[in-house]
């Protein structure tokens, strides 16, 4: 973005003026505080997206991809194995970066500790994970104690770390390999997405989302997260085509229907809120991760402006 933040709502303001006159009524910007207060998220929302692009082509030290160091981060580690021709790794990187989250103030050391065994030796990378993903139930029960004191993100924060737990993390990995392995490895899985329903980056998105049904713990903010995170990254030929508001959206289907029909309690049906957003998006231009998390932070209050990490 090379224009100033003040600029930049302004014209986010501009433009959803626009939409409510020539596109579609927008009765929950029934206010100037209100179409400040959504542009400001729209402004917030589109800056997170734009980080993790840069991530995806700025240049990252190798100790970025080292668990024994405190400079790990999973998605910069994810962006230089993609670099290097290791897809399945970046992949699982990515996998561990959001089904862990970055905490607010440990930061990625959940995902370091256990991607990288406590310090090893080995690490649970992809191939170790793939070879004998019932390895790593064991191995998460003999290190709890020692993982105690981790948590996970605040976006995760009902996950667990029970390696007994039938939802715990050991089944959510049991549940990725069994999802990937019939594939044979990742890039073979988009190559048979592409032969069933095209090259069209919206296209494969909608089949990965819904195949992920497979996955454990991954529900609609954590397939929605980790899809458009391979997208953003440049590891995946993907992008959301909709907000998928039909899939247990809380937040972002409440912040549609008060911004579609004036009230989060509008008797406005989740497929017919995401056709709207769509024809909002060809006017706003910001994407549909965007404005779905616009959305969900904007209706917390939308005439006072709170900023919210994401």
Not at 20 to 27: A, W
Not at 125 to 141: M, S
Not at 227 to 236: D, N, P
Request: glycine share 8%; proline share 4%.
């Amino acid at each position: 973005m090379s224009n100033s933040k003040d600029e930049i709502v302004e014209l986010f303001k501009k433009k959803l003026h626009e939409v409510d006159f020539n596109i579609i009524k927008l009765p929950g910007l029934s206010s100037d505080s209100h179409f400040d207060c959504l542009s400001r998220q729209l402004f917030d929302s589109r800056r997170r997206i734009d980080y993790v692009f840069h991530i995806r082509d700025a240049k990252h030290v190798a100790a970025r991809m080292e668990p024994i160091s405190d400079l790990f981060d999973p998605l910069k580690a994810a962006v230089l194995n993609s670099r290097a021709g290791k897809i399945d790794e970046a992949y699982w990187l990515v996998f561990i970066a959001i089904h862990f989250g970055k905490h607010s103030k440990n930061g990625w050391d959940l995902a370091r500790n256990i991607y990288g065994k406590l310090g090893g030796p080995g690490r649970w990378d992809w191939d170790t994970i793939v070879k004998d993903p019932t390895g790593f139930r064991p191995w998460l029960e003999a290190n709890e104690q020692n993982l105690k004191g981790h948590r996970f993100s605040n976006h995760r924060k009902y996950e667990s770390l029970q390696a007994a737990s039938a939802e715990g993390t050991a089944a959510v990995f049991e549940s990725y390999v069994r999802w990937v392995r019939p594939f044979g490895n990742h890039q073979n899985m988009i190559r048979e997405i592409h032969q069933k329903v095209g090259q069209n980056p919206h296209s494969v998105f909608d089949f990965l989302y819904r195949s992920m049904d497979d996955v454990r713990r991954f529900g609609r903010l954590g397939r929605f997260d980790f899809l458009t995170m391979l997208g953003k990254l440049g590891i995946a030929p993907i992008e959301p085509g909709s907000a998928y508001l039909w899939h247990n959206a809380t937040g972002p289907k409440k912040g549609a229907r008060l911004l579609l029909g004036g009230s989060s309690d509008a008797k406005i049906g989740p497929k017919a809120l995401d056709e709207k957003l769509v024809l909002i998006d060809g006017a706003l231009k910001v994407g549909m991760q965007a404005l779905e998390d616009s959305l969900c932070n904007w209706q917390k209050n939308p005439t006072h402006y709170e900023y919210f990490r994401g």
